[in-house]
């Protein structure tokens, strides 16, 4: 198994932005379809967002269309989640995940093998 690793969350206030990076070896990110889970205290842990590897389909949960970009860099082997117009109800801890698929992305926390330690999201005045 490959232990992700992401980065970049932090404390920030209603309406701010925050980027997300994962860091992943070249060969999973070329080959498998990524995704994004949070988790909030005492809640299960759900699917944010995901990519194809191809990047052909990209799926969102409906709380965060239009205000958060999933994005990958294979030359960086570098998976992102851009969040714009943050808001309390988005504090969690935030996973990267890779799928057992390439082509198909998956809301289903089983269909992912490798996970990140996760990074806290904390959206606060």
């Known amino acids: 198994q490959e232990q992700l690793v992401e980065s970049g969350g932090g404390l920030v206030q209603p309406g701010g932005s925050l980027r997300l990076s994962c860091a992943v070896s070249?060969?999973?990110?070329?080959?498998?379809?990524m995704a994004w889970f949070r988790q909030a205290p005492e809640k299960e842990r759900e699917f944010v967002a995901g990519?194809?590897?191809?990047?052909?389909?990209?799926k969102y949960t409906d709380s965060v269309k239009g205000r958060f970009t999933i994005s990958r860099d294979n030359a960086r082997s570098t998976l992102y989640l851009q969040m714009n117009s943050l808001k309390p109800e988005d504090t969690a801890v935030y996973f990267c995940?890779?799928?057992?698929?390439?082509?198909?992305?998956?809301?289903?926390?089983?269909?992912?093998?490798?996970w990140g330690q996760g990074t806290q999201v904390t959206v606060s005045s």
């Open positions: 995940a890779s799928s057992r698929f390439a082509g198909y992305v998956s809301f289903h926390l089983d269909d992912y093998e490798n």
């Open positions: 070249e060969r999973t990110l070329n080959s498998y379809s």
């Open positions: 990519i194809s590897r191809t990047e052909v389909i990209v």
